[in-house]
């Protein structure tokens, strides 16, 4: 199966300032199949990104997700106060579908 | 919009099972697949597998299986999943999704605890 690394484990980082969190991939990802999550304490997660660079509904355009084939990347241009929470990367390109263990982004 | 609700948290004994449901509300599952995953407290998210219902095909995470049954229930837009043989290391939330390759959306979220 693909693992996926997510770095760095934890961002320190001011309101207003840019967020770049990192997605390696053990092996290609077929397609760009790959997705972006937020998870806040207490909730599910919730899809920002698919297909790499895909904003889903209601995904404000702050967000964008780049890359491929083993390296992809979540650039957040200006976090928000409600941006702060775990991010996670999934691929589905190739079965059976996995998550990276996480990069949590704190207020500094 | 579907929405996913899921059924209220349990405590199970070591060695017994627990299942756990996920209601499309506001709609149906259509020709999308319904995923299951999990989340130890402070970890990551661990497939445990999925089902199309209007097909009733499913498939498991190697992991669990011999240990979990997805099932679905067309008329009611239920799906279902069944984790026998519990152990303290299955103390999870347990969240069900939307599977269109990615996933949304998610269910609430169910916290499964074993404890003796």
């Known amino acids: 199966e693909i693992v996926l690394t997510q770095s760095p484990g934890t961002l320190s980082l001011s309101p207003g300032e840019r967020a770049t969190l990192s997605c390696r991939a053990s092996?290609?990802?077929?397609?760009?199949?790959l997705a972006w999550y937020q998870q806040k304490p207490g909730q599910a997660p919730r899809l920002l990104i698919y297909d790499g660079s895909s904003r889903a509904t209601g995904t404000p355009d702050r967000f964008s997700g780049s890359g491929s084939g083993t390296d992809f990347t979540l650039t957040i241009s200006r976090l928000e106060p409600e941006d702060f929470a775990v991010y996670f990367c999934q691929q589905y390109g190739s079965p059976p579908q996995t998550f990276g263990q996480g990069t949590k982004v704190e207020i500094k | 919009q579907v929405q996913l609700v899921q059924s209220g948290a349990e405590v199970k004994r070591p060695g017994s099972s627990v299942k756990v449901s996920c209601k499309a509300s506001?709609?149906?599952?259509?020709?999308?697949?319904i995923g299951w995953w999990r989340q130890a407290p402070g970890q990551g998210l661990e497939w445990v597998g999925a089902?199309?219902?209007?097909?009733?095909?499913?498939n498991y995470a190697e992991k669990f299986q011999g240990r979990v049954t997805i099932t679905a229930d067309g008329s009611t837009n239920t799906v279902y999943m069944e984790l026998s043989s519990l152990r303290s290391e299955d103390t999870a939330v347990y969240f069900c999704a939307r599977d269109a390759n990615w996933f949304d959306p998610w269910g609430q979220g169910t916290l499964v605890t074993v404890s003796s």
């Open positions: 506001g709609g149906t599952f259509g020709k999308d697949g």
């Open positions: 089902i199309i219902p209007m097909f009733a095909a499913s």
């Open positions: 092996q290609s990802v077929s397609s760009r199949y």
